[in-house]
């Protein structure tokens, strides 16, 4: 197929979803088709056509019925009308983010998107910062304290236990820290092995937490100290992502020494 094949066949897909997704559960006749999607027995058949042409539907002795790339591309069409229900979801909120800012469909699919609530804005964030009782690796990198919580949270699970984090903080956030909790992060990065790391800016608040429930992807939307929405994923995919994406603002970030 050619680059024009192609894109025929993912306009087709998309047209055709409703028919193909009547195909999902097996083989149906072209009269069943046109009761099931409340089309004309002429409109289901020129449908039918187009499909077969590009080797998506194929007869059988039961009717018309899915092949195994129709069903891989019905399987890829859900899964791009969810991602993009999500990112519909969260458009509004993502506004406030550089155009640039590093975001991937791993994040959004099957992901869930967080309003903070007016009388309890920093609710959301807060949860996030429960989910350290029980984690075992945490990795972040952030430009604002959004909540005290986090802070005693860290210092719990690491000065007092056996939290493996890392950090990412733009120098704004560091020089707030070090100006009002010198010595809380003294004992974190000394004795909790906390490894907080320094760079101009971020473009996004990112949290990803792994515990013995699973792997935990936020990332915060905010203008300015506002927290605008959160994005949670629970996905593998959305962790590798995630991750990758941290390791690449931690190598063009300057490792902060114990404060003196």
């Not at 699970?157 to 939290?163: F, N, S």
């Not at 984090?165 to 009002?180: I, N, P």
């Given at each position: 197929?050619?680059?024009?094949?192609?894109?025929?066949?993912?306009?087709?897909?998309?047209?055709?979803?409703?028919?193909?997704?009547?195909?999902?559960?097996?083989?149906?006749?072209?009269?069943?088709?046109?009761?099931?999607?409340?089309?004309?027995?002429?409109?289901?058949?020129?449908?039918?056509?187009?499909?077969e042409?590009?080797?998506?539907?194929?007869?059988?002795?039961?009717?018309?019925?899915?092949?195994?790339?129709?069903?891989?591309?019905?399987?890829?069409?859900?899964?791009?009308?969810?991602?993009?229900?999500?990112?519909?979801?969260?458009?509004?909120?993502?506004?406030?983010?550089?155009?640039?800012?590093?975001?991937?469909?791993?994040?959004?699919?099957?992901?869930?998107?967080?309003?903070?609530?007016?009388?309890?804005?920093?609710?959301?964030?807060?949860?996030?910062?429960?989910?350290?009782?029980?984690?075992?690796?945490?990795?972040?990198?952030?430009?604002?304290?959004?909540t005290?919580l986090?802070?005693?949270?860290?210092?719990e699970?690491?000065?007092?236990?056996?939290?493996?984090?890392?950090?990412?903080f733009?120098?704004?956030?560091?020089?707030?820290?070090?100006?009002?909790?010198?010595?809380?992060?003294?004992?974190?990065?000394?004795?909790?092995?906390?490894?907080?790391?320094?760079?101009?800016?971020?473009?996004?608040?990112?949290?990803?937490?792994?515990?013995?429930?699973?792997?935990?992807?936020?990332?915060?939307?905010?203008?300015?100290?506002?927290?605008?929405?959160?994005?949670?994923?629970?996905?593998?995919?959305?962790?590798?992502?995630?991750?990758?994406?941290?390791?690449?603002?931690?190598?063009?970030?300057?490792?902060?020494?114990?404060?003196?």
């Amino acid at each position: 197929m050619t680059r024009d094949d192609h894109f025929d066949a993912l306009r087709a897909v998309s047209r055709r979803r409703r028919l193909l997704a009547a195909l999902a559960d097996g083989p149906a006749s072209k009269a069943a088709l046109a009761d099931a999607l409340d089309r004309s027995r002429s409109t289901v058949d020129r449908a039918v056509r187009e499909l077969e042409s590009l080797e998506l539907l194929e007869r059988d002795a039961d009717g018309v019925c899915l092949t195994v790339p129709g069903r891989l591309a019905l399987a890829e069409c859900r899964r791009s009308a969810d991602v993009l229900e999500t990112v519909c979801e969260a458009g509004p909120h993502l506004e406030c983010l550089p155009a640039d800012a590093p975001l991937d469909r791993r994040l959004f699919e099957g992901a869930t998107v967080h309003e903070p609530e007016p009388h309890a804005p920093n609710e959301i964030v807060e949860e996030i910062a429960e989910l350290l009782d029980d984690a075992a690796l945490f990795r972040c990198f952030s430009g604002a304290e959004r909540t005290p919580l986090f802070r005693e949270r860290i210092y719990e699970r690491t000065v007092g236990g056996d939290l493996d984090a890392e950090a990412v903080f733009t120098d704004d956030l560091v020089a707030y820290l070090l100006e009002s909790i010198p010595e809380a992060l003294h004992e974190v990065i000394v004795r909790g092995g906390f490894d907080v790391y320094a760079r101009a800016s971020v473009p996004y608040s990112l949290a990803l937490l792994e515990g013995p429930d699973g792997r935990y992807t936020f990332v915060v939307a905010a203008d300015g100290r506002e927290v605008r929405a959160v994005v949670r994923n629970e996905s593998p995919a959305a962790f590798e992502w995630g991750m990758d994406v941290y390791r690449r603002y931690r190598a063009e970030a300057t490792r902060l020494p114990p404060p003196g």
